[in-house]
């Protein structure tokens, strides 16, 4: 069983050339490609975002991870309580071994919604998302509500900071105001089959928003700014939120809410601050991706990286690795792209960057790389990761690190969620 839960912050990725050469003698006998992940990393990053959290519980986001025995490693430690799935699929499936998951988006999914309804066990632990009663409506078509049990359900606030007539953010909920929440919360409550339990309100625009622009102070400014007014903004209009929809549940007689939701790995800080949220959102601060590199607050460790193999060398000074192109989401953008760590030295052609099958590299260090060497890269963000292997590969260990486990990933359960 993995053990998060010790603390034993050595630090050896303060030095790379002992982090990576042992990361990759450890998996010397394993052929890539594959993804490793350093535990005592992983713990210190856990345990980062627990202290950042100052007594706010954790609610693990489980498609930065899709490991589920990662994310079963850290519900056990103190700190970590419940699960934030982005499928409704997926929650059903987790919902046989943990009792407390949010579904993160609203769905659509008929065959998953059926699944909910049949399953006791999964309608008790599951709560979905809405932000429109279209989607109350469509889960009414799939099963009637005097032929199922209720469905807790909460409802998504818009975190976004809307100035100067930009939209500063992610288009999620349409609901902006504290009104818009109540209107749906009323409806919520006046239908039979469905239960509110919480709140959401995600502030993407901080959370997952680096505050350190490399080599541009003014830029690095105006993000900090933008993410202080914001914070604030945000902090009064859902703290009116919470509030308004609390007097709303007292009056109709129901159950108070069982949790307001916010923020992200990015965010943890700011949104801890707000006395409104009584559980933070994070996931991607657990692997430590290069995405997190640019942030003023925490430093997390580089935890969990992958291997690809060289096999070609189509001049002395460029080696050619195989895949590669593992982009993570958002605008199209070098800073999407996974990051050659380990040879150091080692950067993209610009004609070419990172392929779906082949990844040319030239830098100081190429010409030194032999078929059959491997080049070790962080992602960019952290749900792109287990999507393109069947397991990672767990090293633990003081001086020399060692296999000390091999975790399914979801695509390695043969799941495909989304």
Do not use: C
Not at 118 to 123: F, L, P
Not at 128 to 157: G, H, N, S, W, Y
Not at 180 to 205: C, H, N, P, W
Not at 282 to 299: E, I, N, Q, V
């Amino acid at each position: 069983m993995v053990d998060l839960a010790r603390h034993d912050d050595q630090r050896p990725w303060d030095d790379p050339a002992r982090y990576w050469t042992g990361i990759d003698t450890a998996t010397a006998d394993l052929d890539p490609p594959l993804a490793a992940g350093h535990l005592g990393a992983l713990r210190q990053n856990l345990h980062t975002m627990i202290s950042r959290a100052s007594g706010r519980p954790i609610r693990i986001a489980s498609k930065s991870l899709r490991v589920r025995g990662l994310i079963e490693a850290a519900l056990r430690v103190d700190g970590v309580h419940g699960v934030l799935a982005y499928t409704l699929a997926e929650a059903v499936w987790l919902s046989s071994s943990i009792d407390d998951l949010v579904v993160g988006y609203p769905t659509t999914d008929r065959s998953a919604i059926g699944d909910l309804v049949g399953d006791d066990h999964a309608v008790d632990r599951i709560t979905i998302m809405i932000d429109d009663p279209a989607q109350l409506d469509l889960i009414d078509t799939v099963a009637a509500p005097d032929r199922r049990p209720a469905i807790k359900v909460a409802i998504e606030l818009d975190a976004s900071l809307d100035v100067a007539g930009q939209h500063l953010g992610v288009y999620r909920s349409p609901l902006h105001h504290p009104e818009d929440v109540i209107a749906l919360a009323r409806q919520v409550l006046s239908r039979k089959g469905f239960r509110l339990t919480g709140l959401m309100a995600y502030e993407a625009q901080i959370a997952g928003v680096g505050d350190i622009v490399p080599g541009n102070p003014a830029r690095s400014a105006v993000v900090r700014a933008m993410q202080r007014r914001s914070a604030a903004e945000l902090a009064e209009r859902r703290a009116r939120t919470v509030s308004a929809v609390r007097s709303l549940l007292e009056q109709a007689g129901a159950d108070d809410l069982a949790f307001v939701n916010g923020g992200g790995t990015g965010s943890i800080e700011t949104t801890r601050s707000d006395s409104s949220v009584t559980e933070i959102a994070a996931g991607s601060g657990l692997f430590g991706p290069h995405l997190f590199d640019h942030y003023r607050a925490f430093t997390p460790a580089p935890a969990v990286a992958f291997a690809l193999p060289v096999v070609r060398r189509p001049r002395p000074d460029i080696a050619t690795v195989l895949g590669g192109g593992w982009i993570a989401s958002g605008p199209p953008a070098p800073d999407r792209l996974p990051k050659p760590v380990w040879p150091t030295g080692l950067e993209y052609l610009g004609t070419e960057a990172a392929g779906e099958v082949q990844t040319p590299l030239q830098g100081r260090n190429a010409s030194d790389l032999r078929i059959g060497d491997r080049v070790w890269f962080r992602h960019t963000k952290a749900g792109e990761l287990s999507e393109h292997v069947a397991e990672l590969v767990l090293l633990d260990g003081a001086d020399e690190l060692v296999i000390s486990d091999r975790l399914p990933s979801y695509r390695g359960e043969g799941r495909v969620f989304l």
